[in-house]
């Protein structure tokens, strides 16, 4: 009988070193840090090169959304410029002429001097050469202000027309679906030939290279952890085993909660807990809504 017994310890013995063996402090389920992507631009999606699971990086060209009548409006836009710019007075031409009148009263103003200084001309004439000039001078720098004048109020009237470009370039550039985020999509919500407008939601994004598991703990463990502390992080394997992963923990929540009805029974969800969130690399294993639990 005593025989019978040890054999049977013996049994019980192996078979819980064999088997998997729970040792977590806290469990909880794996998130991603997720972002939707909405559309910036309106119009009819004519490209669309996205699928759900595919990675993508920054800067990725994903689709593109049509951009005829913006194009159509810039042109438009452009040539009104150029219509207002080609008022613009030729400031040299239209004092050309000024300008070679100057120069013969120039001439005529030295011409003189020399006369009266040899006694061959009368000062009165000289005078009247210096008027001539200066009165010629006068009238060359008020034409070339108010041709200066005129230019700059067409470009003035230009600025607005420019500024609408501007933003017409800007739309344009958002008619291409840039990729932001470098992640795996998780949700596709469009497809090529719908209409999108501004704030509509085209897919979501998250990156997965590294997860994050929001764990709970009870209030008497709140004393065995701290930003910045490494935990392990247990994981089912396909072996009956756990699979182990080291991870940071990079948030506490300052405030008590109820534990959530999906991670534990019945009577321990009257229960407060706080909430933390453990970051960690994932190898491509975990999963979002992946459950888990932690060990400290």
Same mark, same amino acid.
């Given at each position: 009988?005593?025989?019978?017994? !040890? ?8 078979? @819980? ?32 090169? !996205? ?5 993508l ?8 959304i ?13 040539a ?38 040899? &006694? ?15 009165? !010629? ?7 070339? @202000?108010? !041709? ?21 370039? &800007? ?10 985020v ?8 469009v ?61 506490? @929540? ?25 970051k ?14 932690? @060990?400290?």
């Amino acid at each position: 009988m005593k025989t019978f017994l !040890l054999v049977a310890a013996g049994t019980l013995l192996l078979a @819980s070193c064999n088997g998997k063996k729970t040792i977590s402090d806290a469990s909880g389920t794996f998130e991603g840090l997720e972002t939707i992507v909405s559309a910036e631009a309106a119009g009819r999606i004519n490209r669309l090169s !996205l699928e759900e699971g595919q990675l993508l990086k920054a800067g990725d060209t994903v689709g593109h959304i049509d951009s005829v009548q913006l194009y159509l409006k810039k042109k438009q836009l452009q040539a009104q410029i150029h219509a207002v710019l080609g008022r613009k007075p030729d400031i040299p031409a239209q004092l050309a002429a000024y300008r070679e009148q100057l120069k013969q009263a120039l001439h005529e103003q030295g011409r003189l001097s020399n006369l009266v200084k040899a &006694d061959a001309a009368t000062p009165k004439q000289l005078d009247d050469a210096n008027a001539q000039v200066a009165i !010629l001078r006068k009238q060359i720098a008020a034409q070339e @202000s108010s !041709l200066d004048i005129a230019s700059s109020g067409l470009n003035k009237e230009a600025l607005p027309l420019s500024a609408q470009i501007e933003q017409l370039n &800007d739309q344009l550039s958002k008619s291409n679906l840039i990729n932001q985020v470098n992640g795996t999509v998780l949700a596709k919500y469009v497809e090529v030939g719908e209409m999108a407008v501004a704030g509509k939601p085209l897919y979501k994004i998250a990156d997965l290279s590294t997860i994050i598991l929001r764990a709970y703990f009870t209030a008497n463990q709140l004393s065995s952890i701290k930003l910045g502390q490494r935990v392990k992080v247990l994981v089912d394997a396909s072996d009956g085993q756990y699979k182990t992963y080291e991870g940071v923990i990079e948030w506490i @929540s300052a405030k008590a909660e109820f534990t959530p009805k999906t991670i534990q029974t019945k009577e321990e969800r009257a229960n407060l807990v706080y909430a933390a969130k453990i970051k960690l690399k994932n190898d491509g294993y975990l999963k979002i809504g992946m459950y888990a639990e932690v @060990s400290l």
